[in-house]
Nanobody, 126 residues
Framework: QIQLVESGGGSVESGGSLSLSCATS???????MGWFRQAPGKGREGVAM???????QYAESVKGRFTISQNNQIGPVNLQMNNLKPEDTAMYYC?????????????????????RGQGTQVTVSP
């Protein structure tokens, strides 16, 4: 079972930037990888993922502002977040799911995969 550990996060003002990183315990070639978030009182929202073809996919709300990357299949999965907005405030989770499962088809289902880290808080003030 893959283990995921997030780092980064913190507090910034609107328009600022933050970078998140996710260290993995296993080679990620058999997984789709990405990030989802959950704000207090709200459901899970897929933010960005690298699909089974290695193509990044993003939620509409973060397109053009967030960038997901992974240098190789044993490296960390990174999320660069620019031009942050107060509505980006949430707990951010690194997540993974085995390729072939429905959760790997896109950001809508991705948050409901079986593997995730403990989360890291991102707070954006107006």
């Amino acid at each position: 079972q893959i283990q995921l550990v997030e780092s980064g996060g913190g507090s910034v003002e609107s328009g600022g930037s933050l970078s998140l990183s996710c260290a993995t315990s296993d080679h990620t070639s058999r997984y789709c990888m990405g990030w989802f978030r959950q704000a207090p009182g709200k459901g899970r929202e897929g933010v960005a993922m690298i699909d089974v073809n290695g193509v990044p996919q993003y939620a509409e709300s973060v397109k053009g502002r967030f960038t997901i990357s992974q240098n190789n299949q044993i490296g960390p999965v990174n999320l660069q977040m620019n031009n942050l907005k107060p509505e980006d405030t949430a707990m951010y989770y690194c997540a993974a799911e085995v390729r072939g499962r429905a959760e790997c088809t896109g950001v809508l289902l991705f948050p409901y995969g079986r593997y995730r880290g403990q989360g890291t808080q991102v707070t954006v003030s107006p």
